[in-house]
């Protein structure tokens, strides 16, 4: 009983000094996963990045992110070839193996791969369709017209 | 016209969610039981 | 007044009670409206076809998920200051059952995943950070129970408090992980001033966080009346064995008063 009052503040020093120490913790914590967060903000380069920064990448492997434009989709033997665009910047891209489902001219994707030794093309084995936050309903036009891809679903829902 | 895509995907997704909500629910409720009586009902406030 | 808990009412307890059954109840109501829509009567979407059903089961979670980590972050942080019984409860009880959510949320987003993107999973920005959530919470409940069988009762469950505070700071950066960094996951659909979805998707998806609400409401409440029931238990065993201690040393030193 009579060690209570002078438990207490011994534990309360300790504790404030604990506090100070996790808060110092906390923020290197922070700082860290910042860190490694935004160096994952590298996660892809936009199709104009990469361009710009061809002989720095050289034959790294990288991720390129673009909109696969109207008509350059073309079935290959191996895969399908295509080009992205980015901020004005066209890459035409090799791609091999299947594309996945989503895959279709007018949708963001990123591309695995890296720069063909040629400098020509961007060599891609892997596709990630970036979807967009936008969601409309199907209509039946646009079933119909799957053809012809964007313009037939854009005509139709088209803003005034 | 009224084919469904991607259903397995679809049901595989629903599928788990419900049922480990399920799963959950029941061994949550089961715990309740079991402890509720070794515990005098005093201490159950909510009944 | 002294015995009524005799026999009758006691024998069958639960953590059940009204409340919980109106929200039971409501919560299966709810979640029969929420497969209709869900399932048949929302539109498919322009491009991601039938898939987009998913969405109406793993924004929910997520939703549920994050609330799930601030009221544990609001635990932790009461029961670092307070030290009462009911927060220390409610961290535990909001943390497990955030645990559920946050795997639920992870598991059908890898799901949704694979016809969309492509892939099934991808270090992006925001898994990442929803992983990072899933293993904290983990560490959370882990750290709650070494603390608590070491004993020191000042010092119980500070180290996990500790990770609970850090939970809350984590789930805003799931949150703007997609316009921080580059990421492949879409961004927010539904926080927007102007939503980018079409009506009844947007009202599918509305009754699918009230539906997912009402159902972590229902889990919350039992949770926490197990935990709360947990307390008691513990503490009725430590008092047994406090009294067969002083029992023992008032027969050794004679002052036990007789037999019984």
């Not at chain 2, 397995?8 to 402890?35: D, E, H, K, P, Q």
């Not at chain 3, 799901?111 to 293993?135: E, Q």
Request: hydrophobic residues 45%; glycine residues 12%.
């Amino acid at each position: 009983m009579d060690l209570t009052p002078t438990e207490v503040p011994v534990r309360r020093r300790r504790s404030r000094r604990a506090y100070v120490a996790l808060l110092a913790v906390l923020g290197g914590l922070s700082v860290v996963v910042w860190q490694g967060l935004s160096s994952a903000s590298l996660y892809f380069y936009n199709a104009d990045e990469a361009v710009e920064q061809r002989d720095h990448l050289g034959d790294r492997r990288f991720r390129l992110q673009g909109t696969v434009l109207g008509s350059s989709v073309e079935q290959t033997g191996e895969g399908v070839d295509f080009t992205v665009a980015y901020n004005g910047v066209q890459v035409d891209a090799q791609h091999r193996g299947d594309p996945p489902e989503l895959f279709e001219p007018g949708i963001p994707v990123v591309l695995e791969g890296r720069w063909d030794p040629s400098g020509a093309y961007f060599a891609s084995d892997r596709i990630l369709v970036k979807h967009s936050e936008q969601y409309e309903a199907e209509n039946e036009v646009r079933l119909e017209d799957a053809e012809d891809g964007r313009s037939a679903g854009a005509g139709a829902d088209a803003e005034p | 016209m009224l084919a469904v895509s991607h259903v397995g995907y679809i049901a595989a997704g629903w599928g788990i969610v419900l049922g480990s909500l399920a799963l959950y629910g029941l061994r949550t409720v089961r715990r309740g039981r079991t402890l509720a009586q070794q515990v005098p009902p005093e201490d159950r406030r909510w009944t | 007044m002294t015995a009524p808990h005799a026999v009758g009412s006691g024998p069958s307890g639960s953590t059940s009670s009204g409340a919980t059954r109106v929200l039971g109840g409501l919560s299966l109501a709810g979640l029969a409206l929420l497969l209709g829509y869900a399932l048949v009567w929302s539109p498919a979407d322009r491009t991601q076809r039938d898939s987009v059903r998913l969405m109406y089961v793993h924004v929910p979670s997520a939703i549920v998920a994050f609330a799930a980590c601030a009221l544990t972050t609001v635990a932790a942080a009461m029961w670092l200051r307070r030290r009462t019984e009911g927060w220390w409860v409610l961290g535990g009880a909001s943390a497990e059952v955030g645990l559920v959510f946050t795997a639920l949320t992870l598991v059908t987003g890898s799901i949704w995943g694979r016809p969309t993107w492509g892939t099934y999973w991808d270090w992006d920005p925001r898994i990442t950070s929803t992983s990072l959530l899933f293993v904290m919470l983990v560490g959370y409940l882990a750290l709650r129970r070494i603390d608590n069988e070491a004993g020191d009762a000042a010092q119980r469950g500070t180290r996990g408090a500790i990770v609970g505070l850090l939970l809350f700071p984590n789930v805003v950066v799931v949150h703007y992980s997609v316009d921080w960094w580059r990421s492949l996951h879409q961004t927010a659909t539904i926080t927007r001033l102007d939503p980018t979805i079409e009506g009844t998707m947007l009202f599918t998806l509305m009754l699918g966080i009230v539906v997912f609400g009402l159902i972590f409401a229902w889990l919350l409440v039992h949770r926490f009346r197990v935990g709360w029931l947990e307390e008691r238990v513990e503490h009725a065993g430590l008092d047994d064995a406090l009294r067969a201690r002083r029992a023992e040393a008032g027969v050794v030193a004679g002052l036990g008063g007789g037999t019984a």
